[in-house]
C-alpha cells in the first residue's frame, strides 16, 4: 500500500501562473494576520495600502504572463484545472483594476461608517481571487470553488452594513438567492459529469461535439448545460433571474454595490463564456435563441424598470440588468467578434459603473439615495457633477464615451451574425434607458440645490482619483478605443478555439 503511495506523482504547478492569485491572497492573509496579532487596532490606510500594492502587483504580473502567453502560446496548469491563456489574463486585469478603485473609494466610506477596514479588504481580496479563479477555471468544479470564493466574501461584505436595516435585508437576501443559484450549478455540474464522466470543459466539449446537435438522446448533458445556464443568469443579474439585484445593490454599502455590479459580473460573465465556447464550442449555435431571449427580457426589464424609480441606487441596480442584456448581446452569436465586443463592453462597463458608484458613496451620508438629493449638485461640486454626468451618459451610449462604443460593437455583432430583431431592440431600448440617465443629469444640472441640512460634501483625495481614473477610462476609449479593442480581440481568439 505504502509502495503505491509513493509512486503517486502529484500535478504538475506552474506557481508564476497562478501568481495573481498567490498575491491576492496572501495580502488577504497578511491583513487578518496581523489584525490578530496587533496590539492595537490596524489603521485604515495600511489594509487600503496592501490591497492596492496587491492589486497593482497581480496587474503587473498578469501583464507579464500575456506576453509571455502572446510569444509561446496559451497553456493549462494544475492537471489542466486552469488556463492560462489571453481570456484569462484579460480578467485578471480587470478584476484587479476594479479591486483597486473598490479599496480606494472604500477608503473613505469606511471612515465616515465606523467600518471595520482590515475586515473589509480581507474579503474585497478573497472575493476578486475567487473572480480570478472563475475566469481562469478550465474545470466545473475548479469555477464553482471560484465562485464560492467569490461569493462568500461577497455575503459578508453585504452584511457589514448591518446597523441599517437595508444591509440586514439586503445580506440576508442575497445570501438566500445566491445559495438558490449555487444549487442550480452544482446540480447542473453534477449532470454533466454524470453524461460525461468528467468536469473538465474540453472532455465535455468533445461529448457534445459527437452529439451533432443538443436535440440528442443525451437530455442528461442537456439539462445539466441547462442548470448551468441558469445558474449564471442569477449571478449576472439577467431577467427574470435579476430580483435580488435591486434589494442587495441598494441596501449594501456603495463601493461594494459597484463591486458587485462590475467585478461580479464580469467574473460570472468570464465562467458562462468559458462554458459556452470551450464545454460547447461544437454546439454553440444551439444555444443562441435561448441566450438571444435572455438577453430581450434583460433588455427590456432593465429599460421599463429603471426609468420607473426615484432611489439612485435602484436606478443603477435595474440599469445593470439592463447592460448584463447587452453584454449577452454579443455573447448570443458565439462568434470572435461578438465575444471581443462582450469583453470591451465589460471592461469598459468596470469603470463607469465603479466611478457612478463611488459618485453615490459621496451623497449617501446617511444611507439614502433619492434623487431629489442630487438637484443642484452643479452648483455644489461641478466637477462632482461633471464626473457623474459622464458615467450616466456613457451608460446611455451617448457618442465619444466608451459606452457608445461598447454598444456600437455589441450590435454590430448581432447584425453581422443577422439577428437584426434583437439589435433594433437593442437601440430601441438605449433610447427609453437615455431617459432615466438624462433625469438625474438634468437634476443636476437644470435644479437649485437645496443644502438645507444637508452636510458638506467630503471627498477624500483617494475617491477623487479614482473619478478622474474613470472619468479618463471611459472619454478616452470612447474617442481612441483601438488599443481596447486588439486587447480583447487578443483575449478571444484561445477562448474560441478552446484552447
Known sequence: MFAQLSTFDAPSVDWFALAPQIILVGAALLIMLITALSARPVPGWFSTGLTVIAGVASVIVAMVLWNDVRDEGAYSTVAGAIGVDGFSLFFTVLVSLGLIATALVGDSYLRREHMAAPEFHALLLSASTGAIVMASANDLVVMFIGLESLSIGLYVLAAMQFRRPQGREAAMKYFVLGAFSSAFLLYGIALVYGSTGSTNLVVVRDATSTLGNLISPNELLVVGIALLLVGFAFKIAAAPFHFWAPDVYEGSASPVSGFMASVAKAAAFAALLRVIVVAMGANDGDWAIPLAVLSAISIIVGAVMAIS???????????????????????????????????????????????????????????????????????????????????????????????FVAKFLVIKSAVADEVYWLAVLAMVASVITAFMYLRIVMSMWMRDADVDGAPVLSISPATAFVLAATVAVTLVYGVVPDSLIEFARDAVPVLVAGG
Open 309 to 403: 424609480q426615484n432611489d439612485v441606487k435602484r436606478m443603477l441596480a435595474f440599469s445593470s440588468v439592463g447592460h448584463a442584456g447587452y453584454v449577452l448581446v454579443g455573447v448570443q452569436t458565439a462568434t470572435a467578434e461578438g465575444m471581443s465586443s462582450a469583453l470591451f463592453y465589460l471592461f469598459v462597463y468596470t469603470f463607469m459603473v465603479i466611478g457612478s458608484f463611488a459618485v453615490v458613496s459621496v451623497l449617501g451620508w446617511d444611507g439614502g439615495h433619492p434623487i431629489e438629493r442630487y438637484e443642484g449638485l452643479a452648483k455644489r461640486r461641478a466637477w462632482l457633477a461633471g464626473a457623474f454626468t459622464v458615467f450616466l451618459l456613457a451608460q446611455a451610449g451617448v457618442p465619444f464615451t466608451a459606452g
